[in-house]
């Protein structure tokens, strides 16, 4: 169980997360949606360390994170000019139960591993960064927009790959601008609104999703739209 | 278009030397000008030259080979062909006339054949995307000097070819290791994904500790043929040569430890360079020398306190 209690993070005087308290189950892909500036990357680097909380406690089976149980991969990953493919997922170690071998996976997602990163466009760096986190293997997976910049054959690999993670016993929290792309994967969709989790859904209740998510928005548009044209 | 592309050329230089701040642009244009008075210097009056003409022909490829914008020019230009030889050409410029004025006219005049068939060479044949030579001999875990040596192209293994050529003449040899660990500062100012630190999963201080070792093995393996190369011509001087890689073990503990100390992710720092550069000159100016130590301790416990919250659950 993946468990947060009490969670504030503040960026100066603006409160993100507001006292949140948040139960996951393990084993299942959850999906993490809101609109912009909700508080769902920012959720999720407390999550992986990489924000510290102004208070609150982020425990999986009962113990705090750390980095050996988690692993993220951010929305615009960031990679060392100069290095190949290979020599990035050299870098991370797989734990020693697991096979991983670096070339497989490169040519499942079509990704030159002996080029030089630099050139590589923007969906081949994301798939790179994804292989990297599979190969580390770690309980809990964070994926912060991970379809954004996929080609579509690599967007149905990835849910593939995520599928098997999860029935490998793997936990998956993934966050997506595009709510179809949840739908289809998730078990639960969690719905951030104001900094605390407002709505959780059964994925497969996509109408609901759409309706409670989207009713105040799409007013909100029409009225401007109107306004404007 | 070639005068177009020689103008953006010019205001590039500019703008790079205006980023470069007054004590770095005011080294650059030493430098430079330092170069050309020995380049001056050099050519006989009498006897034709042809080392100094090879050595310009030899940075002249080394560019066509390692230059980025071969598409670009390609995409814009229908006779890319063109727009090399007049850049190749007006670089060259100062040095055909510099050695009009040495009478070494028809040494440089072989200089302009050199420049048209460098021009003519398909980089993309040749590629330069693929991981380099030197490169694959580097640990995974140095991505530092990895990269380091791919962005500098031919100049290591070609200072490395200098230093072993050069070992009969005193101190030349370690001046090219010199050279060699200067241009390794510029290594050090890449900052690293988070993912890439916690990869080693070691805590805060035997990270630096192992990090610093790893560097220093692959620095002295890198310049191992120099040193090898010096200890046969001076071996009555031996200590001299140990002397010099103490020096080059502290500097690159420094590199290390201020690269952590003022570490962000995916940020380029290059604050530290200076400093390490300061202390780099130490080996000629005495008085400088506590500078790498003095760094050293100092960045030190600020790396440890920066790596910490990375780290910590490491221990």
């Not at chain 1, 630099?118 to 580390?136: E, H, V």
Request: one cysteine or more; a positive charge.
């Amino acid at each position: 169980m993946i468990s947060i209690n009490g969670l504030n993070i503040a960026y100066g005087s603006h409160q993100v997360i507001v006292d949140l308290n948040w139960e996951l189950q393990e084993g299942l892909i959850h999906g993490l949606v809101g609109l912009n500036g909700s508080g769902k990357t920012t959720l999720l680097q407390s999550m992986s360390g990489i924000l510290k909380p102004q208070a609150g406690s982020l425990n999986f089976r009962g113990e705090k994170f750390t980095p050996q149980n988690i692993s993220m991969l951010e929305t615009e990953p960031y990679f060392y000019k100069g290095i190949t493919g290979v020599e990035y997922l050299h870098l991370f170690k797989s734990p020693g139960n697991t096979r991983f071998i670096a070339q497989e996976w490169l040519d499942l997602f079509s990704v030159p591993g002996d080029e030089l990163i630099d050139n590589y466009s923007t969906g081949m760096r994301k798939k790179l960064a994804l292989i990297g986190i599979c190969k580390l293997s770690r309980p809990v997976i964070l994926l912060d927009e991970p379809f954004n910049g996929l080609d579509l054959e690599s967007s149905r690999i990835l849910t593939s790959v995520l599928k098997k993670l999860v029935s490998k016993g793997h936990t998956i929290i993934i966050t997506s601008h595009i709510l179809e792309t949840l739908t289809g994967l998730c078990t639960y969709i969690h719905y951030l609104r104001n900094g605390v989790i407002a709505n959780v859904f059964n994925a497969e209740d996509s109408a609901l999703i759409d309706k409670t998510i989207f009713a105040e928005l799409d007013a909100g548009i029409e009225k401007k739209i109107e306004g404007i044209l | 278009m070639q005068l177009a592309f020689l103008k953006i050329r010019w205001a590039q230089f500019l703008r790079e030397l205006k980023s470069l701040g007054l004590f770095y642009a005011f080294l650059l244009t030493s430098g430079i000008v330092a170069a050309l008075w020995i380049f001056y210097q050099v050519q006989g009056k009498t006897e034709p030259r042809y080392g100094s003409m090879l050595f310009i022909v030899a940075l002249i490829l080394s560019i066509h080979l390692n230059r980025k914008d071969h598409r670009f020019i390609r995409l814009v230009s229908e006779q890319p062909y063109f727009v090399y030889i007049s850049e190749y050409g007006f670089l060259a410029f100062v040095f055909i006339f510099l050695s009009f004025l040495k009478s070494q006219a028809f040494t440089m005049f072989l200089l302009i054949p050199a420049i048209a068939t460098i021009s003519l060479i398909n980089v993309r044949v040749i590629g330069n995307t693929k991981s380099g030579f030197m490169g694959r001999f580097i640990p995974a875990s140095n991505y530092e000097w990895k990269s380091g040596i791919r962005s500098t192209g031919w100049f290591i293994p070609f200072l490395i070819l200098c230093g072993i050529l050069l070992a009969p003449l005193p101190f030349a040899s370690l001046v090219i290791c010199w050279i060699i660990l200067a241009l390794s500062i510029s290594f050090y100012e890449q900052g690293e994904s988070r993912e890439m630190i916690q990869s080693f999963m070691l805590p805060a201080r035997k990270f630096l500790l192992q990090k610093t070792g790893i560097h220093v093995l692959t620095f002295l393996l890198c310049i191992l043929p120099v040193l090898i190369a010096n200890f046969v011509f001076f071996s009555d001087k031996w200590w001299l040569g140990l002397s010099f890689v103490l020096f080059c073990i502290i500097n690159i503990a420094s590199f290390v430890a201020s690269k952590y100390a003022v570490w962000q992710h995916g940020q380029i720092n290059k604050s530290q360079s200076v400093l390490n550069s300061i202390g780099m000159i130490g080996l000629f100016i005495p008085f400088l020398l506590p500078i790498p130590i003095v760094n050293l301790v100092r960045n030190y416990r600020k790396a440890t306190h920066n790596l910490r919250t990375l780290l910590n659950d490491f221990n």
